[in-house]
């Protein structure tokens, strides 16, 4: 039974390149959270979805930012034109119902780097 | 708002040494608690959590004790090891069920 799969582990990009993470969820998770974690800080919230739906995007910077989960394959979060203060180690985790007594599973992360 | 605090490392701990790492939180309602670590270029993993007042969350030789009194949820161990060294994150999940955490304590143990 794979774990929450992150891919690619480290992203380089330039200033004004688009960057795009993917998660594969736990099989049979379909809520999926996106954190990211700031060099030397804690996890931030930034979305939560579900299969096809977004319900809480309140941690997503308003602009160049998105994610989707679609009915097939991975959660997406998606970064366009990518500025340095954008770097930092995305983790998406997962959950079977949405509600942390249930368990949150993590990946490995995706660390983006911007140059 | 919600919010976690937890001391500032690096804690640096001889081997069989006790830790403690302080976590206070400030929460509305009950939220549950929790301690994740993560080793170096790993993702985050469930180390032990509490979901209401004087509950105790242990695991592999950790424990932390769910204190509304004083609103904290401290981590110790009798006895680290060096393959302890990671950094440990205190969280609560919130009426949501978002996870926010603190900042993160780095340990480091030597032989």
């Known amino acids: 039974n794979a774990g929450v799969m992150q891919n690619p582990r480290h992203l380089v990009r330039r200033r004004g390149q688009e960057a795009r993470l993917r998660c594969s969820p736990m099989?049979?998770?379909?809520?999926v959270y996106w954190y990211r974690q700031l060099p030397e800080e804690g996890l931030k919230f930034m979305v939560y979805l579900q299969k096809e739906n977004i319900i809480d995007e309140s941690g997503m910077p308003k602009e160049r930012f998105s994610a989707e989960f679609p009915k097939e394959g991975p959660s997406i979060l998606r970064i366009q034109q990518v500025v340095r203060g954008d770097s930092a180690a995305y983790f998406c985790?997962?959950?079977?119902?949405?509600?942390?007594?249930?368990?949150?599973?993590f990946g490995s992360g995706t660390r983006l780097t911007v140059v | 708002g919600n919010s976690v605090t937890q001391m500032e490392g690096p804690v640096t701990l001889s081997e069989e040494a006790f830790l403690t790492i302080n976590c206070t939180y400030t929460?509305?309602?009950?939220?549950?608690l929790f301690w994740y670590v993560q080793y170096p270029g790993e993702g985050l993993q469930l180390l032990l959590k509490a979901t209401k007042a004087d509950d105790k969350g242990s695991n592999k030789g950790f424990e932390a004790t769910y204190r509304k009194e004083t609103t904290s949820f401290h981590l110790e161990k009798g006895s680290v090891q060096v393959s302890d060294s990671a950094v440990y994150f205190c969280a609560l999940s919130d009426q949501t069920d978002k996870l926010i955490f603190g900042t993160g304590t780095r340990l480091q143990v030597f032989p």
């Open positions: 099989k049979g998770h379909s809520h």
């Open positions: 929460a509305t309602g009950y939220p549950s």
């Open positions: 985790a997962s959950s079977p119902t949405g509600r942390e007594e249930y368990g949150y599973t």
